[in-house]
């Protein structure tokens, strides 16, 4: 009899250990989307993904660390698509209208609209017709 209940209580410390770990692991978790949220925020996407990945590591079912890391990929890709329009167009064509037309409009798309007015006061100089048309992007309503 004393040997059952000793199993017993045996039973219940390992459930409580296993329910106490998942538990940890759900905060930690959390804590990671937390970090990847902070990242994406600062437009550090390389270690917004690595906070996700690691969350999603921690619980792999934890449907805000896969959203998360879908944003953090998506970022990445924008950033090297910037990169190599930024190459291009200082290596290749500075004098390009229609590339510094694209730039801008990919800075619109990412909302930083200080970089797209300095690609549309460059576009001034070059092609005011297409300057216009950026202007328009930036300032829809206007």
Known sequence: MK???TFKIL?????????AAAGGSQGEA???CDQGQKFLGAGEYL???????QAIREQPGLEAAHLGLKRAYAG????????EAHRLLGHLAPNDAV????????????RDLGYAE???RILQKLDPALAQRLYRAIYPRQ
């Open 3 to 5: 040997k059952l209940q």
């Open 118 to 120: 300095d690609e549309y």
């Open 30 to 32: 959390r804590d990671f």
């Open 11 to 19: 039973v219940l410390i390992m459930v409580f250990l296993a329910v």
């Open 47 to 53: 270690q917004a993904a690595e906070a996700y990945r």
């Open 99 to 110: 590339g510094h037309y694209g730039l801008g409009l990919l800075y619109v798309q990412k």
């Open 76 to 83: 990445l890709t924008f950033g090297q698509q910037l990169s």
